[in-house]
């Protein structure tokens, strides 16, 4: 119940394109679901986050889908660069005042290609 | 400004040392978290601290020993540790649930490595 599923494992999109991430849970007392970009070597950096009573949250070039019904959410960048080039971690959690736990996804590494 | 720092970048270390790694926030911040990170896989979770108060423990072995001195800081004691304890060590803050915000900041964390 706890799990958050990440696809795909990997991914390799061309410079300009569209990367789509997709993350499913189960948990419906999941209340804050955000996406992490981490660099080799690098602490994880907060991207992007969303609340379920938001279908869409878009930040530049980063969009967070959210689909409440179907318990789904995606990250979308558009105009893929090749800084984009990392691996994306979704994620999600409870708000439990102090004992909030962070449910991660298995990630997805990006890589953008000229 | 969102910045968890963590020292040392880098520790390598016998099975027999005991050496400590530090985490220091200046936001604010009245939740601090220790995870363990292993190479092409997502943060686990180890402790949680609420307002300087050991909230969760996942079942961590007892070779790790985390301590908060303060609100800004947050330290890991390591005793006897195993070379499969090798991995990156982060650190990470949060306003905190009874501030209407539990973003999860994380620091650059240690590279440990048991010998």
């Known amino acids: 119940q706890q799990q958050v599923k990440q696809s795909p494992q990997s991914l390799i999109v061309q410079k300009g394109g569209i990367s789509i991430i997709n993350c499913a849970y189960e948990?419906?007392?999941?209340?804050?679901f955000p996406w992490y970009q981490q660099f080799p070597g690098k602490g994880p950096a907060l991207l992007i986050a969303?609340?379920?009573?938001?279908s869409e949250k878009k930040e530049g070039r980063f969009t967070i889908s959210f689909n409440k019904s179907a318990k789904q959410f995606s990250l979308h960048i558009m105009d893929s660069q090749p800084g984009d080039s990392a691996t994306y971690f979704c994620?999600?959690?409870?708000?439990?005042?102090?004992?909030?736990?962070?449910?991660f996804g298995t990630g997805t590494r990006l890589t953008i290609i000229p | 400004d969102t910045e968890v720092t963590q020292t040392p970048k880098h520790l390598v270390m016998g099975m027999t040392n005991k050496k400590s790694l530090k985490c220091e926030q200046h936001?604010?911040?009245?939740?601090m978290y220790w995870y363990k990170q292993k190479a092409k896989k997502p943060p686990e979770l180890m402790f949680v601290?609420?307002?300087?108060?050991?909230?969760i423990n996942e079942s961590v072995p007892s070779r790790f020993s985390p301590e908060c001195p303060n609100s800004s800081l947050l330290n890991l004691h390591l005793h006897a540790l195993q070379p499969e304890d090798s991995a990156l060590y982060l650190c990470?803050?949060?306003?905190?649930?009874?501030?209407?915000?539990?973003?999860?900041?994380f620091g650059p964390g240690t590279r440990l490595t048991v010998t």
């Open positions: 994620a999600a959690s409870i708000g439990n005042f102090g004992n909030e736990k962070l449910t």
């Open positions: 990470a803050s949060s306003p905190g649930t009874a501030a209407g915000n539990y973003e999860q900041y």
């Open positions: 936001m604010g911040h009245r939740a």
């Open positions: 948990n419906t007392a999941f209340d804050y």
């Open positions: 969303i609340r379920p009573d938001v």
């Open positions: 601290y609420s307002y300087e108060k050991l909230s």
